[in-house]
T-cell receptor
């Protein structure tokens, strides 16, 4: 089955800096890659996603890039703010099933 | 986005008892998924709930321990049976929006279970 590796497990940045989280996946049939933000005690919230027919997608300060050949995708957050502090999960889905497989998560801390 | 609610939001239970968690979606969805999230960990899929057929369980999860019902296209239940402290976790239901399984997937608020 699918295996998703996520790095780093923790990331601390200064407010205003950029943050990058990277994920790799194993199943070449995967074609959908969402990113979720989970604040303490809250549900995972979808913040951006990308499909395999696109190489990059942006939404304001957040962008995701996908390299299908290398089977990796990354989340980029620019101009980080303290409210960006949370755990971020990448996931992959595709093939004949519709299950999301999650990475282990990255705890992002944005220091004021 | 689909609005997903769960009941109860939290519970404290004695070992050996069972708890049924309800998940309600505000629109019809084809599949519903049940996840477990242990403290400080990622999300692990327990099973896929399909309307009109048996749930499909992931490796390490069995129907006797986690029976699932899916009586219609907006509702599902997960029961955690014969609980032990190791079952203490957050249980979340999730669904892709609408009938298209390729749509974005949203999560319920979770049920925080503590087993004493």
């Amino acid at each position: 089955g699918e295996n998703v590796e996520q790095h780093p497990s923790t990331l601390s940045v200064q407010e205003g800096d950029s943050a990058v989280i990277k994920c790799t996946y194993s199943d070449s049939a995967s074609n959908y890659f969402p990113w979720y933000k989970q604040e303490l005690g809250k549900r995972p919230q979808l913040i951006i996603d990308i499909r395999s027919n696109v190489g990059e997608k942006k939404d304001q300060r957040i962008a995701v890039t996908l390299n299908k050949t290398a089977k990796h995708f990354s989340l980029h957050i620019t101009e980080t703010q303290p409210e960006d502090s949370a755990v971020y999960f990448c996931a992959a889905r595709g093939g004949s099933n519709y299950k999301l497989t999650f990475g282990k998560g990255t705890l992002l801390t944005v220091n004021p | 986005s689909a609005v997903i609610s769960q009941k109860p939001s939290r519970d404290i239970c004695q070992r050996g008892t069972s708890l049924t968690i309800q998940c309600q979606v505000d629109s019809q969805v084809t599949m519903m998924f049940w996840y477990r999230q242990q403290p400080g960990q990622s999300l692990t899929l327990i099973a896929t709930a399909n309307q009109g057929s048996e749930a499909t369980y992931e490796s390490g999860f069995v129907i006797d321990k986690f029976p699932i019902s899916r009586p219609n296209l907006t509702f599902s239940t997960l029961t955690v049976s014969n609980m032990s402290p190791e079952d203490s976790s957050i249980y979340l239901c999730s669904a892709p929006q609408g009938a298209d399984l390729n749509n974005e997937q949203f999560f319920g608020p979770g049920t925080r279970l503590t087993v004493l």
